[in-house]
């Protein structure tokens, strides 16, 4: 049996930042409606949805040096969602905070696997500059 982890890591990164802003939204959703969730639920889902978007900005960039700075955009709203999900209140509702964990993890990992591309394209794109 495939477990959901396996089926995660198997997507590509495109569908797998589209999977986490529909995500969001739906945990966003499930939050009481606080007026502290309120604006932190509207920020994530902002966040969220960025990651994405510039994703697919970055895969059409120009140059190298524009993908990186894009998908420095990705990496700083990876981080920027991690933040916010720290914020929201899940009232202690196990099922929430379960979401919560789980999607604050996602972020954490595309943090990591957006600093790995960047850091990739800026040693070839340095290499590239030497005589």
């Known amino acids: 049996m495939v477990t959901t982890e396996f089926r995660k890591a198997q997507r590509d990164l495109q569908e797998r930042t589209f999977c ?9 959703r499930d ?13 994530l889902i902002r966040s969220s949805g960025s990651i994405g978007a510039n994703y697919l900005e ?25 933040y916010w999900l720290q914020l929201v209140n899940t009232d202690n ?3 929430l905070e379960q979401r919560r964990c789980a999607l604050a993890s996602e972020a954490q990992q595309f943090l990591f696997i ?16 030497e005589p």
Do not use: W, Y
């Open 93 to 95: 509702q196990p099922a």
């Open 31 to 43: 939050l009481s409606r606080s007026m502290a969730n309120i604006e932190d639920g509207k920020q």
């Open 114 to 129: 957006f600093s790995s591309i960047v850091s990739k394209l800026t040693s070839t794109a340095a290499q590239t500059k």
């Open 58 to 82: 970055a895969s059409e960039a120009m140059s190298k040096k524009d993908a990186i700075r894009i998908l420095k955009i990705c990496r700083k709203e990876s981080k920027e969602s991690h």
């Open 20 to 28: 986490f802003a529909k995500d969001i939204r739906s945990f966003v």
